[in-house]
């Protein structure tokens, strides 16, 4: 597997990261073991998790703990804060205090003695940034965490970020994690354009629009048991957004390349995003071992200029004022 510069850090990631959002949920122990053991032998190394991941909250992490006793070394370990491990109104946020006791509790729970790279979940209103970033600079500078990141920030947050910590000589982003697919390609409006301009890496999960581009899915008919689409939760609300026209649109077109190529709608709804300018990993979310190999088939090929052209043209979006303008004016040498 392809290992690929995280961002301008001076560690390197494979091209298929490993989310682990289903360890302690929809994967039991035995089974997530078996999910991570495959990923480590194919050459996987980037390993992603959340404090909040599992049921109970943290569990994802306990479990990975356990399973990397012996293995710490070989991953690149990444985890998040941000979002309520409990009920109090300190429990969540990122605050000096919730941030600090997180990441004690996840070195508790992961069985290590660092955090290849911890990230903020999403942007908090309620704290100054700079509380924030000075915070994560400490840890950095305590050993605690190597590398510090940032998920589903907009990119006025991600260049304001950037700044501050400039300025302040503050540890900087080295990546960004977000949502992005063939059916989500939203972050090419402004956070995709900032990461290339900042040298930020770019972890793209939910690269197969949760499930929309499989054809797991149907126009027109309920979503099938067990899946997520079929619950009530937020992973329900996130794969119901992505089943518009166009997205079915989409993962037809994604199926007619497939058929062409020889290859599983997943691989080549992976292959794209894998092999996108500025792509460092895609963040594999499996359920057990035959997802996982499925996934794994997405890597050491490419899409020929048609296949890529017709994906490109089917999932197209306006970007809208100002991008568009930009664009024209650009195209016309102004």
């Not at 990975?64 to 991953?75: Q, S, T």
């Not at 955090?115 to 050993?143: C, F, K, M, N, Y």
């Not at 190529?261 to 996108?276: D, E, K, M, S």
Request: charged share 25%; with cysteine.
């Amino acid at each position: 597997m392809e290992q690929r510069q995280l961002g301008r850090a001076g560690v390197r990631v494979s091209e298929l990261g490993l989310g682990t959002m289903t360890f302690g949920r929809e994967s039991d122990e035995e089974t997530s073991r078996a999910i991570l053991e495959r990923f480590l032998d194919a050459g996987g190394t980037l390993v992603d998790t959340a404090n909040g991941y599992g049921e109970p909250r943290g569990a994802s992490e306990e479990i990975l703990g356990r399973i990397l006793k012996g293995r710490r070394d070989d991953v690149v370990l990444a985890t998040k804060v941000r979002f309520p491990m409990g009920d109090g109104t300190n429990e969540r946020g990122l605050s000096r205090r919730h941030i600090r006791m997180s990441v004690e509790s996840s070195l508790r729970r992961l069985q290590t003695d660092w955090i290849d790279l911890l990230q903020i979940h999403s942007w908090d209103p309620d704290t100054p940034l700079e509380e924030t970033l000075s915070t994560l600079t400490d840890l950095v500078r305590a050993g605690d965490v190597r590398y510090i990141g940032a998920s589903n920030l907009t990119g006025w947050q991600l260049g304001t970020a950037g700044g501050l910590a400039s300025r302040a000589g503050w540890e900087p982003f080295v990546s960004y994690q977000g949502n992005y697919s063939l059916v989500a390609r939203e972050l090419e409006r402004e956070v995709l354009p900032y990461c290339a301009y900042a040298g930020l890496a770019m972890l793209s999960y939910g690269p197969l629009g949760g499930g929309v581009l499989t054809g797991k899915y149907r126009p027109g008919e309920a979503p099938p048991e067990d899946t997520r689409a079929s619950g009530d939760g937020i992973s329900a609300i996130s794969v119901g957004r992505q089943m518009t026209e166009r997205g079915f649109a989409t993962a037809e077109v994604v199926r007619q390349v497939a058929a062409e190529t020889g290859r599983t709608p997943a691989q080549v709804a992976l292959n794209w995003v894998t092999y996108r300018p500025g792509a460092t990993s895609s963040l594999l979310g499996a359920r057990s071992v035959e997802q996982l190999q499925d996934n794994l088939g997405s890597i050491g090929w490419h899409l020929d200029e048609e296949h890529r052209n017709r994906l490109d043209e089917s999932s197209r979006f306006k970007l809208g004022y100002p991008q568009d303008a930009q664009r024209w004016m650009a195209s016309i040498g102004l």
